[in-house]
């Protein structure tokens, strides 16, 4: 059911559809309450890889573990039944000295403009709290690495609890005794997104006055179909290294094709001799980022950022165990 003040009269527009339009509205003072959607793409710059992506070397050497299907690493009912795979997968995307992006910075420097509604993201690497953001200012749609959970007793338990036996190639088990599964807070398949996600939808896309979307190829549901839960006339600036529909391929590619065939298609009116507000920027979303912050005039700041957190972060970062993800 559409809400009358996506209709309101103040929706601001662009002067024109490029990055110089955007950075026009944010000049304006028009755009207060900007959210931004986040994927995969916003974290590779870190070293993070793509967990959906063949090529990233997570799913070599599998074999042993007698999967029905690739992505049965990721399915509730398979973990319940050998819990193995998935905190092997685990083991391999572990990155102790990751630092946020600049795209992951310049969602902070967003919120201490005091422009940001909320910032939602799919990643579960936590790098949103590593870049200072403030917890109630995102929302981790797929859930997170921070916190676990015994699938017994339900305790809740810290990352670092479970990282030193993820390390160790064990398989986490409850500090309670109980003998249960400390599962991360992580969204599996067959699970629902957190409450979080839910709760903040109506308030913060309601009150959006321009959408950022970056690094994210649209393809998985519910999380993609908040571009279409602001006003119709609320610009859109989409940022990623493609805008076709058909950026991966493979098994999980069929599968969401499939679920959301009608639904992608045309996600945005990039290009369409219709299109009213939506903007597309090709390119890897620091280069998109440090381009959009050279023209608001903030690219000092940025940088500034960047420099002084990622001191500090290596820092604490210089004592943390790693792990061998070859072996």
């Given amino acids: 059911v559409l809400q009358m003040d996506w209709f309101r009269r103040d929706t601001p527009s662009l002067s024109s559809f490029d990055l110089e339009g ?26 993070i890889p793509d967990f959906r992506s063949s090529s990233s070397g997570i799913y070599d050497n599998l074999e042993e573990f007698n999967l029905p299907y690739p992505m049965a690493v990721f399915s509730l009912d398979y973990f319940k039944t050998n819990p193995k795979p998935f905190f092997e997968v685990a083991r391999r995307l572990y990155r102790p000295h990751a630092k946020p992006t600049l795209t992951h910075y310049f969602v902070r420097l967003l919120h201490e403009k005091t422009l940001l509604r909320r910032h939602y993201t799919q990643n579960v690497d936590d790098l949103e709290r590593l870049s200072g953001l403030p917890e109630d200012k995102f929302v981790e749609a797929h859930g997170t690495f921070h916190t ?19 390390i160790r190639k064990e398989v986490p088990k409850c500090s309670a005794n109980c003998n249960g599964v400390v599962k991360p807070d992580v969204v599996l398949f067959g699970e629902n997104l957190p409450r979080k ?43 990623n290294r493609e805008y076709s529909e058909d950026d991966q391929t493979g098994f999980i590619s069929f599968i969401m094709r499939f679920m959301v ?13 219709d299109n009213t507000r939506d903007v597309f920027v090709r390119g890897d979303t620091d280069s998109s980022v440090l381009k959009l912050t050279e023209l608001l005039g903030w690219e000092e700041e940025l940088l500034n950022m960047k420099k002084t957190t990622d001191e500090e972060l290596e820092l604490l970062q210089s004592t943390l165990p790693t792990s061998d993800i070859s072996s």
């Fill in 197 to 239: 996600f839910y709760t903040r939808l109506s308030s913060d896309f309601s009150a959006c006055d321009l959408l950022l979307i970056m690094g994210t190829s649209l393809q998985v549901l519910p999380f993609a179909g908040l571009i279409h839960r602001v006003g119709p006339r609320v610009p859109r600036l989409y940022l």
């Fill in 22 to 47: 955007v950075v026009d509205l944010i000049k304006s003072g028009k755009a207060k309450n900007i959210i931004t959607l986040a994927g995969a793409g916003i974290s590779t710059a870190a070293g």
């Fill in 148 to 166: 676990g959970h015994c699938q017994q007793c339900h305790k809740e338990h810290t990352f670092e609890y479970m990282r030193d036996q993820i």
């Fill in 261 to 273: 065939a009608g639904f992608r298609r045309h996600p945005l009116r990039w290009g369409r001799s």
